[in-house]
């Protein structure tokens, strides 16, 4: 009797033991995920894309260590749209969220925390979550970032903090920090993987950098672009402020150089714990970024950097250029995931913040729960280097509301880009991609055919877009 229940003993631990190691194998199939959020960064702010004075040693290591994405795009190219498609895979129109959140003005706007979100998903399925820097999708509590998918927060709902010494949030309250603000937010970010390195984890590290202001920065960011004469990409164009652009171009590219160093201290931390090849590391940004390319500076609520800029118009304040420029929507982008994709690979098709979410999912092994409420598109086939056909079109939209006052609405392809402004037709762009990639030439009044069935077939796909997504600007195309 005493032999039998022995061998029972032994057979219910070894039952138990085998569940717990079933358990950790589960656990270890799922990979860790890093997502690495910039605001503000060119698709040409790194060494890797070519640009001859861009210092990024540590992000041309991780681009070729991973797959570059070339032809990433943000659907807005402004802060808080980008990040609610970014994490809901919705456009902006469908949230409510159609401009950046003005923390005065808009004080009840941010994302519904009822809106299913993949970092929500990816919880729910066993990983550890948190946030580590900028949320811009809402202040009061309710739009907290622990309501939509998130276990841990550090950092700041409004949309900017400053460079040094920032106020910043820490387990529900403000508090002020001493320092450079992207080294404080990568100081919370290594903590973060430093606590959940036994477990799944998904670390978002939302930069606050290279936002304007650009300094103060570290002696070893400024150092190298202090004396620089940097090269301007149109000298030429008529009344360009070269001095100015001259001045953004040192700051800018010293505030780059700082989340350099930062995605380097953290990429180091990854290896030094043995997580390095168990983690998934993605990098990009919320849009893109404009510095005297076609006379302009900032995002898709662009500035004009002239000596002497247009005359205002009645919806378009003197000194702003809302535009949907590919230097405004493109954004830099890699995914590193060691011993799934291939390093050094380019990935050439054209992928949105929009596909992340079934993407995401995808790389982690988890159903996703709203497949069919969803725009994006899986494009981890792509990553994967599988032969699979890809849709390379670009619907983009943004209506601007806070300076200028626009609903534009844009399509791209691989050959064309049509920009339509529904508030100011007289505003309406096309560009010929590819005989003017650096879209200097608006082509909108061309009589040539080619044009002219450009417009016609754009036009028609961007008014099926927006029908599919209900936008509340075909309501207002109806009362007229």
Not at 174 to 200: C, W, Y
Not at 310 to 333: C, E, H, K
Not at 432 to 438: I, S, T, V, W
Request: proline letters at 8%; charged letters at 20%; glycine letters at 6%.
């Amino acid at each position: 009797m005493k032999t039998r229940r022995f061998a029972l003993g032994v057979l219910a631990i070894g039952l138990l033991a085998g569940v717990w190691f079933a358990k950790v194998a589960g656990a270890a199939e799922k990979p860790n995920i890093v997502f690495i959020l910039t605001d503000d960064q060119a698709p040409w702010a790194l060494g890797r894309s070519g640009h001859p004075h861009a210092l990024t040693p540590h992000l041309d290591a991780l681009f070729r260590q991973g797959v570059y994405l070339h032809n990433a795009f943000t659907t807005t190219p402004v802060c808080s749209p980008s990040r609610a498609s970014l994490m809901t895979s919705r456009y902006g129109t469908e949230l409510g969220i159609t401009d950046w959140i003005h923390p005065r003005s808009e004080k009840e706007l941010g994302l519904d925390p009822s809106t299913i979100t993949w970092p929500e998903v990816l919880q729910q399925n066993g990983y550890t979550t948190g946030l580590v820097g900028k949320w811009h999708l809402g202040v009061p509590d309710k739009f907290r970032p622990t309501a939509t998918g998130f276990d841990y927060f550090m950092g700041f709902r409004e949309g900017g903090a400053a460079t040094v010494d920032p106020v910043l949030e820490i387990d529900g309250l403000k508090k002020r920090f001493l320092g450079l603000t992207t080294d404080i937010l990568t100081d919370h970010a290594m903590e973060f993987v430093r606590r959940n390195q036994s477990k799944p984890f998904l670390l978002c590290l939302h930069y606050r950098a290279p936002h304007t202001r650009w300094l103060p920065v570290s002696d070893a960011d400024w150092t190298p672009f202090v004396d620089l004469k940097p090269s301007i990409p149109n000298p030429n164009f008529p009344k360009l402020d070269v001095r100015r652009v001259s001045r953004m171009t040192r700051e800018y590219l010293a505030s780059v150089h700082g989340v350099d160093r930062n995605v380097g201290r953290l990429m180091a931390l990854l290896a030094r714990l043995n997580l390095a090849d168990d983690t998934i590391v993605i990098f990009t940004s919320d849009h893109g970024y404009n510095m005297g390319h076609n006379g302009i500076w900032h995002k898709g609520n662009g500035h004009w950097v002239l000596t002497t800029p247009p005359p205002a118009t009645p919806n378009i304040p003197q000194g702003q250029r809302p535009n949907m420029y590919d230097n405004s929507l493109r954004v830099p982008t890699a995914v590193r995931w060691p011993g799934r994709f291939k390093a050094g690979a380019r990935l050439s098709q054209t992928v949105t913040n929009l596909d992340w979410f079934p993407t995401i999912l995808a790389m982690a092994g988890v159903a996703n729960p709203v497949e069919n409420e969803i725009h994006g598109r899986n494009f981890l086939p792509l990553l994967e280097g599988r032969p699979t056909e890809w849709d390379n079109d670009l619907y983009a939209q943004y209506s601007t509301h806070h300076q200028s006052h626009t609903h534009m609405r844009a399509l791209r392809t691989p050959e064309w880009k049509l920009v339509r402004d529904f508030l100011n037709p007289e505003r309406d762009e096309l560009y010929d991609l590819k005989a003017d990639p650096e879209e200097h030439r608006n082509l909108i009044l061309s009589s040539s055919p080619r044009a002219t069935e450009a417009i016609k077939e754009l036009h028609k796909k961007i008014l099926e877009h927006m029908t599919a997504t209900n936008d509340p600007v075909l309501a207002l195309l109806a009362e007229k």
